[in-house]
């Protein structure tokens, strides 16, 4: 099987890059992770591409310059595959256009609900019973675009956010690869 490449675009701790790359390391997982692009210097998830050997650029730069970087280099490398895994920052219209169909993003809320920010402050505040996390492709829309997997997760009685957001991601690695390995099922 020829894996695919595919880039991961993070802006934090990469616990969501971490798992990715560890389903890669499966023969018969659909891509390999050969680039890690991240938009803050600060981010905690470039260790995991250091520690796994995966070249990483750090682009700590306004929206436009770092589209325009970007988009060079996953042509360049031959990026078929870009999945955002925590990146906080909103792709344009241009950007996504030029990857239509090839950009994934994980959302921690069962969507169309709770799009945006602070979902888990949200989702205990509305008293919900359910949550969960999405895998979608990404359209020109915020956290809009057509879903791949859902996972759901019950809200218990005593649900802070920490404990929530913690079993929410654990849901988050399992989805993450199954969606990858889906939409290679699919195509
Ligand atoms: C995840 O919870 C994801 O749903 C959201 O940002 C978080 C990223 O966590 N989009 P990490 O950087 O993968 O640890």
Known sequence: MVKKSACIFISGSGTNLRSI??????YNF??????VISNKKSAGG?????KF?????????????????????LISRKIKLVCLAGFMSILSKNFVRN???KIINIHPSLLPKYKGLNTFARVLN???KITGCTVHFVDEKLDNGRTII??????????????????VQLEEYKAYSMAI???????
């Open 21 to 26: 790359i560890k389903s890669s390391r499966d």
């Open 30 to 35: 659909p891509i390999n992770v050969r680039l």
């Open 46 to 50: 470039i260790c995991f591409a250091k």
């Open 53 to 73: 050997s995966i070249p990483y650029l750090v682009l700590n730069f306004k929206k436009q310059k770092f589209e325009k970087i970007a988009i060079k280099e």
């Open 99 to 101: 990857f239509k169909g």
């Open 126 to 128: 509305d008293k919900e």
């Open 150 to 167: 859902k996972k759901r997760v019950l809200i218990k009685k005593n649900d802070n956010t920490q404990i929530l957001k913690k079993r």
């Open 181 to 187: 390995r889906k939409i290679y099922i699919i195509n």
